[in-house]
């Protein structure tokens, strides 16, 4: 065979491999809502932020709660245009009750958020079993 023929085949099974090595990369694994281990958190929010994220599938919208055990955890609500569909708006300071999981998430705690009360108002961001609704 050709030097160059060669060459040729090696870089055909680079090429043909890249894209196996970027999808494991690049995948992560996002934990099921799981209904029965759903509980209520109480806390004050400190932070809201939107950024890139796997379990709303594109920019998602989170906030950060300090919770009464005194620990905070960002809470994983659903996708931006989701939000801002429906015009929801939180605010640092805003005390809340949040229904939803519990889950280690990216090397760390986060709730994935099922309902939120605020006040009188309640936001929903998936069904009673947990399935979103954005």
């Known amino acids: 065979m050709k030097r160059w023929q060669i060459w040729l085949l090696v870089f055909a099974v680079i090429l043909a491999a890249l894209p196996a090595v970027f999808a494991q990369a690049s995948s992560t694994v996002v934990p099921k809502y799981d209904k029965a281990s759903e509980a209520v ?4 929010i400190i932070d809201i932020h ?5 379990v709303s599938g594109g920019i998602g ?12 955890t960002e809470v994983h609500l659903s996708s931006t245009k989701f939000v801002k569909q429906y015009e929801l708006v939180f605010k640092p300071g805003d005390a809340v009750e949040i229904t939803g999981v519990k889950v280690r998430f990216q090397d760390t705690d986060a709730i994935f958020a099922r309902k939120i ?6 936001f929903l961001f ?3 079993d ?3 609704l954005w």
């Open 41 to 44: 958190f109480k806390g004050t």
């Open 50 to 54: 939107d950024r890139q994220c796997p």
């Open 61 to 72: 919208s989170h906030i950060v709660v300090k919770l009464s055990d005194g620990s905070t």
């Open 117 to 122: 009360k605020r006040g009188t108002d309640e």
């Open 126 to 128: 998936r069904d009673n």
């Open 130 to 132: 947990g399935k979103p």
